[in-house]
């Protein structure tokens, strides 16, 4: 297998990447990424002598380019992990997530098909389905799309074109939905990294609104076991939704990081809600288990105290991205200073990515 990975040194893809090669040593993986802010070259640093991984910097929404590695790679299949994913900053400006969630899915939609690609797998978010209320049940793969914010309107439109694609031009794609991840390397823009090293620094801990916004978590491990069933053994047009049936309020994750790392609660600040802010996410991830097999192997509050832990042995890694010193090792390594992006936020961001 010559596997194409698009966005591969953001958090779940250099996980996936980093599993691959671990799991499947006949496998090849090109790494195809345009090194936004969220893209950290230092997620992989420790495979830069694997000849089985291969990076190539650049845009899925670039044709070219994308034409450029398909030929000369002879890829077999592509995993589209590549998006801007940040909700707050889609509210900001929702132009960069047209062109890279909707026009990049496109092209890179195009450009299997020319290339007669074996087999698709778009990565997509338990939010384009919307907001559940505390009572309601939880998603399946045949809920009404019905997105609330311009970062999920867009994988729901990346996700219509997929689905297109099977469907007029016969592309072997697939789809899957996930819950919110957590684990290493997670961008510290996130809820739970962000909760930990603000904690681990005495600093405020910003929290949504009245913190009772319900996400249902996964470790990513478990994400990208799924991401590998779905690739080898999924049925070509299917959604798969992806979730490990762990809703937890925001709040008691922040408490919960609190009570490990022994901080106090006064650490904890609420703030403004964001608009359109959903309330509930919840998936049933039953197809995934029956077709497939497929069942998740950790569980959150076990592991808390893993991850609290992973954190404080990696302060460096988190602190150089806090700083933006981060960016000087893509620039040593490849003679480029376009990592765009600010890692400032309102508040600890809940989404998958």
Same mark, same amino acid.
Request: negative net charge; proline residues 6%.
């Given at each position: 297998?010559?596997?194409?990975?698009?966005?591969?040194?953001?958090?779940?893809?250099?996980?996936?990447? /980093?599993?691959?090669?671990?799991?499947?040593?006949?496998?090849?993986?090109?790494?195809? $990424?345009?090194?936004?802010?969220?893209?950290?070259?230092?997620?992989?640093?420790?495979?830069?002598?694997?000849?089985?991984?291969?990076?190539?910097?650049?845009?899925?929404?670039?044709?070219?380019?994308?034409?450029?590695?398909? /030929?000369?790679?002879?890829?077999?299949?592509?995993?589209?992990?590549?998006?801007?994913?940040?909700?707050?900053?889609?509210?900001?400006?929702?132009?960069?997530?047209?062109?890279?969630?909707?026009? #990049?899915?496109?092209?890179?939609?195009?450009?299997?098909?020319?290339?007669?690609?074996?087999?698709?797998?778009?990565?997509?978010?338990?939010?384009?389905?919307?907001?559940?209320?505390?009572?309601?049940?939880?998603?399946?793969?045949?809920?009404?799309?019905?997105?609330?914010?311009?970062?999920?309107?867009?994988?729901?439109?990346?996700?219509?074109?997929?689905?297109?694609?099977?469907?007029?031009?016969?592309?072997?794609?697939?789809?899957?939905?996930?819950?919110?991840?957590?684990?290493?390397?997670?961008?510290?823009?996130?809820?739970?990294?962000?909760?930990?090293?603000?904690?681990?620094?005495?600093?405020?801990?910003?929290?949504?609104?009245?913190?009772?916004?319900?996400?249902?978590?996964?470790?990513?491990?478990?994400?990208?076991?799924?991401? =590998?069933?779905?690739?080898?053994? #999924?049925?070509?047009? =299917?959604?798969?939704?992806?979730?490990?049936?762990?809703?937890?309020?925001?709040?008691?994750?922040?408490?919960?990081?609190?009570?490990?790392?022994?901080?106090?609660?006064?650490?904890?600040?609420?703030?403004? $809600?964001?608009?359109?802010?959903?309330?509930?996410?919840?998936?049933?991830?039953?197809?995934?288990?029956?077709?497939?097999?497929?069942?998740?192997?950790?569980?959150?509050?076990?592991?808390?105290?893993?991850?609290?832990?992973?954190?404080?042995?990696? =302060?460096?890694?988190?602190?150089?991205?806090?700083?933006?010193?981060? /960016?000087?090792?893509?620039?040593?390594?490849?003679?480029?200073?376009?990592?765009?992006?600010?890692?400032?936020?309102?508040?600890?961001?809940?989404?998958?990515?």
């Amino acid at each position: 297998m010559r596997l194409l990975v698009t966005g591969g040194l953001g958090f779940v893809g250099s996980n996936f990447v /980093r599993r691959v090669l671990r799991l499947h040593p006949q496998w090849h993986v090109i790494n195809f $990424d345009k090194v936004t802010y969220a893209g950290n070259p230092e997620n992989l640093k420790d495979l830069e002598d694997e000849a089985r991984h291969t990076f190539v910097r650049g845009d899925i929404a670039d044709p070219l380019k994308v034409d450029e590695v398909l /030929r000369w790679a002879g890829v077999d299949a592509i995993v589209n992990f590549a998006a801007e994913s940040h909700v707050d900053r889609s509210i900001m400006d929702a132009s960069p997530f047209v062109e890279a969630n909707i026009k #990049g899915t496109q092209v890179l939609l195009d450009t299997a098909r020319r290339h007669d690609i074996g087999r698709f797998l778009q990565v997509s978010t338990d939010e384009v389905y919307g907001s559940l209320g505390f009572d309601d049940p939880p998603f399946t793969e045949s809920t009404p799309l019905a997105p609330n914010s311009p970062y999920s309107a867009s994988k729901a439109a990346a996700d219509l074109l997929v689905r297109s694609y099977f469907k007029t031009y016969g592309l072997p794609a697939v789809i899957t939905r996930c819950s919110n991840n957590y684990g290493p390397y997670q961008f510290p823009e996130k809820l739970i990294p962000l909760m930990i090293t603000n904690a681990m620094e005495d600093k405020p801990l910003p929290v949504y609104g009245d913190g009772l916004n319900v996400r249902d978590w996964i470790h990513v491990e478990d994400h990208c076991s799924a991401i =590998e069933a779905v690739l080898t053994e #999924g049925r070509p047009g =299917e959604v798969y939704n992806v979730g490990a049936d762990c809703e937890i309020r925001n709040i008691e994750i922040v408490k919960g990081v609190l009570t490990v790392l022994r901080k106090p609660d006064s650490l904890i600040t609420y703030v403004k $809600d964001r608009p359109g802010h959903d309330r509930r996410y919840a998936m049933d991830s039953t197809k995934l288990r029956q077709e497939l097999g497929w069942t998740p192997q950790y569980d959150f509050w076990d592991v808390l105290p893993w991850i609290v832990g992973w954190y404080k042995q990696n =302060e460096q890694w988190w602190r150089r991205v806090k700083s933006g010193e981060y /960016r000087k090792y893509y620039e040593e390594m490849y003679g480029h200073r376009e990592v765009a992006g600010t890692t400032a936020v309102t508040a600890g961001e809940e989404t998958h990515r």
